[in-house]
T-cell receptor, first 115, second 113 residues
Framework: NAGVTQTPKFQVLKTGQSMTLQCAQD?????MSWYRQDPGMGLRLIHY???????DQGEVPNGYNVSRSTTEDFPLRLLSAAPSQTSVYFC??????????????FGDGTRLSIL | AQTVTQSQPEMSVQEAETVTLSCTYD???????LFWYKQPPSRQMILVIR??????QNATENRFSVNFQKAAKSFSLKISDSQLGDAAMYFC??????????FGAGTRLTVKP
């Protein structure tokens, strides 16, 4: 059971470059989300989705785009990378519909450095 | 917006002793869920324990237990018989319904042999 899979695990970009962080889950979870983790700030929500075709913004959405064409995949796109986006990114998924005492399942994270 | 506060950036405990990590949150809702996650150096986020706000009984998972004080909006984590493997960052988190999960800034726990 793979759970939540994130790729790549590490990435270095130059300022202005674009890239996509991949996230896939095999648990048929409706809810998927992206967080960034910065020192001393915990995890902050970037974007989330409650199902295919439905996305919404979290706390820190600027500079990022998402789409949800399938239940399994939820890619995060950096449009024009900036040094302030240097962070560790986590993808997570969970059930919906009265079962939100279920915890989110997290991927192993992507460490992204913007030079 | 809901906020989660962990007032202890770092804590230290002797092996086999007990330690309590603090968490407070701000909400106007009556029905919500609270979680403690552990993040070891491997960076994985591991669920430690969860609590439903409508349950008065404090949750317990082996050596881990919580002290949930709904009126005070407090949700502390007690680790008994601390082990070296408990050393990690611990995050308190709040979730209401189908909405996003809000995290505290974390507490780094060191376990001394």
């Amino acid at each position: 059971n793979a759970g939540v899979t994130q790729t790549p695990k590490f990435q270095v970009l130059k300022t202005g470059q674009s890239m996509t962080l991949q996230c896939a889950q095999d648990m048929n979870h409706e809810y998927m989300s992206w967080y960034r983790q910065d020192p001393g700030m915990g995890l902050r929500l970037i974007h989330y989705s409650v199902g295919a075709g439905i996305t919404d913004q979290g706390e820190v959405p600027n500079g990022y785009n998402v789409s949800r064409s399938t239940t399994e995949d939820f890619p995060l796109r950096l449009l024009s990378a900036a040094p302030s986006q240097t962070s560790v990114y986590f993808c997570a998924s969970s059930r919906l519909g009265g079962q939100t005492n279920q915890p989110q399942h997290f991927g192993d994270g992507t460490r992204l450095s913007i030079l | 917006a809901q906020t989660v506060t962990q007032s202890q950036p770092e804590m230290s405990v002797q092996e086999a002793e007990t330690v309590t990590l603090s968490c407070t949150y701000d909400t106007s809702e009556s029905d919500y869920y609270l979680f403690w996650y552990k993040q070891p150096p491997s960076r994985q986020m591991i669920l430690v324990i969860r609590q439903e706000a409508y349950k008065q009984q404090n949750a317990t998972e082996n050596r881990f237990s919580v002290n949930f004080q709904k009126a005070a909006k407090s949700f502390s984590l007690k680790i008994s018989d601390s082990q070296l493997g408990d050393a990690a960052m611990y995050f308190c988190a709040y979730r209401r319904g189908d909405n996003d999960m809000r995290f505290g800034a974390g507490t780094r726990l060191t376990v001394k042999p």
